[in-house]
């Protein structure tokens, strides 16, 4: 992992735009499947245009001339919003930038360039047939997966391209390339950033959201995107209970996950958290539960894949096939069971302050290794989605961040609410990075 950028945005206050901007592009352009198009004359632009403007006195914004990414998801006006496919080449270009993408350009930030993802969104493993899946920047001995769906997004801040990216998370799409990269992903509340300008995976479940490399910057960065600005108490660990669930969100785990996630524990405890081990049968409830996704990427899509199926990753069209089986009077009993079941969630919830859990079970494979065999990408895929889609379903917010020793594979902590506790969530999160960090 390079160090081009490898501090916090207030910590680059003083940083000038350009010769940052100046150094970082070179390695944009270099890096392997990272960017699907990439924006030099207007980042170079948006970084002289801020130093400037400081030099004469103006306050600006602190991410004023700052590279961001934005996923290929999301519409810039005047491109075609291609959602890592090849199959939407012939649609016309978006009309506006999408809501979060005019918030993210009236605060200064340099839009450097769109980040390849898996195909549609449709996946946590993070590859794309079309473009290339970029390899996971925290180990130089391996070609790793990065994460999905918000692959390139995840790599370009942890390899020092960007302060911040810009991505979704309908299953985990920023939770899970976060954990696996070794950086931070904060899905929000889905109502709070709208989706509009975005490709749909699930209606019900996408979020539009961000990772950086720190807490406070995702908290700054949501503060941007969102239709209104968290207030983030200063909240110490001895004022906090903690529940693990131990029904699912532990099961699998993998040996440096469990060790991480047991010395995470450990600190926590040491800087004063309360921590439960509480059963949480109700989780075991959540896999039946979670099929918003195919049915509602297959209403989506079905037109396309009609017409199309052969420019499809295989692996993508094949899950979105099978949302073609549930029937509509299923897919409204569907939406009276989750009410049903976020109801009874929340007031098991109601006797904690978030919930602790490891954010995906496992390090990332390599990626010849899920190329190489469907059976399994597909056993990946599931181990990926399983802890963070279920705050997807609970209409939550959670947060992951890193929990593993240095000099390791990364691991993600994910801290996790329910729906509009963004504000506790994220501050808890801040008094753990700095547990962590000691």
Known sequence: MNNLISQSIAALATTSRRALMDAILPHAERATA???????????????????MRVAGVQLPPLAGLPVSVKDLTDI?????????????GMPPAAA???????????GAALIGKTNMTEFAFSGVGLNPHYGTPPNPADDTAMRIPGGSSSGAAVSVASGLCVAALGS?????????????????????????????????????????AMTRSV???IYLDSVIADDPLT??????????????????????EPHVATSFSAALTSLSRAGAQ???????????????????????????????????????????????MGSALSAADYIDLHRKRRDWIARMERELGAFDALLMPTVPIVAPPIAY???????????????????????????????????????????LMIAGPAMSDAKVLAIARAAEAALRQ
């Open 216 to 218: 406070n910057d995702c």
């Open 275 to 321: 921590l439960v081990d509480a059963p949480f049968s109700l989780l075991a409830e959540a896999a039946e539960l979670n099929r918003f996704s195919g049915a509602e990427a297959y209403s989506w899509h079905r037109g396309l894949l009609a017409a199309h199926e052969d420019q499809y990753d295989f692996r993508v069209a094949k899950r979105i096939r």
């Open 232 to 253: 983030i108490p200063e909240l110490a660990l001895g004022q906090v209970r903690l529940a693990v669930p131990g029904t699912v969100m532990l099961d699998a785990l």
């Open 97 to 107: 930038d999408a809501p979060a993408v005019r918030r993210l350009r009236g605060a």
């Open 77 to 89: 006006a005047g491109e075609t919003t291609m959602a890592g496919s090849t199959v939407l080449g």
């Open 34 to 52: 990272v960017f699907t198009r990439l924006y030099p004359a207007a980042a170079r632009a948006s970084a002289a245009y801020a130093d400037a």
């Open 370 to 412: 899920l190329e190489a065999s469907e059976d399994a990408f597909f056993k990946a895929n599931a181990l990926l989605l399983r802890n963070p889609s279920t705050i997807n379903l609970l209409d939550g917010c959670a947060i992951s961040l890193p929990c593993h020793a240095p000099g390791t594979l990364p691991v993600g």
């Open 169 to 209: 998370d309908t299953g985990g799409s920023i939770r899970i390339p976060a954990a696996l990269c070794g950086i931070v992903g904060f899905k929000s509340t889905a109502r709070r950033v709208p989706t509009a300008g975005t490709i749909p995976l699930s209606t019900t479940l996408d979020t539009v959201c």
